[in-house]
């Protein structure tokens, strides 16, 4: 198998929006880590794959759609076998038209969706710079447990799920996955590919780009092999950074797993990461030549509705027009309107997208465009035919959150938001169906 790398600079200009945590009027005054579009680019003769991590919070389902079109146009790779994953930083800017929790649009110009456009060039460009870097390679895999992250849906004393509170009882994938590429006739280091499922939230509120304590992680694993090094997120919808930053308000007790303090707080979460992943990498003995490289797209299909019927739609659109309120309209009431415009189109009782699955020697990743929870992930690994089955969060799209039956039974902030995030809500046994549907696709892929 064929291997090769390249990292692209996509760091935009200050004075952008952005996105994350609600606040319209977050601009970026500085930087912190630059943001890195980073290529890994897969042959053995048969096939080429690529995988593509940005340092973006996510993206909509069209730009995604655009953007391997245009990475495999330039980079003569077929636009379904690419993966375009996204580390999920909330220091970024806003990619996606969706609006925020508050009233008022994050991103009102626009600017973050046209710089995301702008970026598809570099982004391209970076991958046929890793497929024209190709060499003979081999692998050496490792995992390891990872206290970087940590299950960010703890309770309070009466059991509600309530802010972003590090519970280290929840379930957590914790799993750390390395793969370590080195040149077959040389011995040399042609990259490093990290995976790991947590928030990228360690900056919390910070007007600084970064691209977070990944980059941070990033950076120091590069200090010790001078290569480029990939990161994919995995399951991180309801894991956030294992920060030492206390919460403090009253009848709360414990830590933030949501945003952090700033610089501080990223370096501390980054180079916990960091050591974690030295650990596995230098652990590596076993190098494998001649790894196959497999591909398997289908579809997946999940039941959905919309949240309530046109009635009750219509009677929440007239109260607020009724209202008198100001002339910038509650989350509530775009719901409902949006809700309301879906009644008189043709229903769509499934959510349907086309999964691309890639495997390269023991190692599967199984992209979803979701921010998909813990258990799915954790599921995936028990059961997946692969030695490392990995889930891979904010991939080829963005959808919004997927929590499993018993996180929708607690509510929380994710399970708000999934009522929010478009017009149809999933059914709470959606992701369950979906995790079923990857593994039977893994299991041929495994056959292959």
Not at 154 to 177: H, W
Request: net charge negative.
């Amino acid at each position: 198998m064929k291997a090769g790398f390249a990292v692209g600079d996509i760091t935009p200009e200050l004075g952008i929006y952005l996105t994350g945590y609600g606040h319209p009027e977050r601009l970026a005054e500085g930087v912190h880590s630059p943001l890195r579009a980073t290529a890994m680019v897969l042959a053995d003769g048969n096939t080429e794959a690529a995988v593509v991590s940005l340092d973006w919070c996510g993206m909509p389902n069209e730009l995604a759609d655009d953007m391997r079109r245009a990475v495999g146009s330039v980079a003569g790779i077929p636009a379904e076998n690419i993966l375009v994953c996204c580390t999920h930083t909330h220091s970024a800017p806003n990619t996606s038209p969706r609006r925020t929790l508050g009233r008022t649009d994050i991103d009102p110009e626009h600017r973050g969706e046209a710089y995301a456009r702008r970026s598809i060039p570099v982004i391209a460009e970076t991958v046929r710079r890793a497929k024209e870097d190709m060499r003979e390679a081999v692998a050496g895999f490792g995992v390891t447990r990872s206290r970087t992250g940590v299950s960010r849906r703890g309770m309070d004393e009466n059991g509600k799920v309530s802010r972003f509170i590090a519970d280290p009882y929840q379930s957590c994938d914790d799993n750390l996955t390395a793969v370590r590429f080195l040149d077959r006739e040389t011995g040399e280091d042609l990259g490093i590919f990290i995976h790991l499922g947590c928030h990228n939230t360690s900056m919390g509120l910070s007007r600084l780009i970064s691209s977070d304590w990944c980059g941070v992680m990033r950076e120091r694993v590069n200090d010790s092999y001078h290569t480029t090094v990939m990161f994919v997120n995995g399951a991180f919808g309801d894991v956030g950074p294992n920060t030492s930053r206390p919460i403090k308000a009253e009848g709360i007790y414990g830590y933030s797993a949501g945003a952090g303090d700033g610089e501080r707080s990223a370096s501390e979460v980054g180079l916990r990461a960091a050591a974690d992943a030295l650990r596995v990498l230098s652990g590596i003995r076993d190098f494998q030549a001649d790894l196959p490289l497999r591909v398997r797209s289908q579809e997946i299909r999940m039941p959905q509705a919309l949240p309530f019927d046109e009635a009750t739609a219509r009677e929440r659109v007239r109260r607020f027009e009724e209202s008198g309120a100001d002339a910038i309209p509650e989350i509530d009431y775009l719901v409902a309107k949006r809700v309301l415009e879906h009644w008189h189109l043709p229903p769509e009782p499934e959510k349907v997208f086309v999964q691309t699955l890639l495997a390269f020697g023991p190692v599967a990743l199984a992209p979803f465009p979701f921010e998909m929870f813990s258990i799915f992930s954790l599921r995936l690994r028990k059961y997946g035919p692969f030695a490392y089955n990995l889930l891979c969060g904010s991939t080829n799209g963005g959808n919004g959150y997927l929590p499993d039956r018993a996180s929708i039974a607690a509510g929380g902030y994710e399970v708000m938001w999934r009522e929010r995030a478009r017009a149809y809500v999933l059914a709470p046994e959606a992701g369950d169906l979906a995790v079923t549907q990857t593994l039977a696709s893994l299991r041929e892929l495994a056959k292959s």
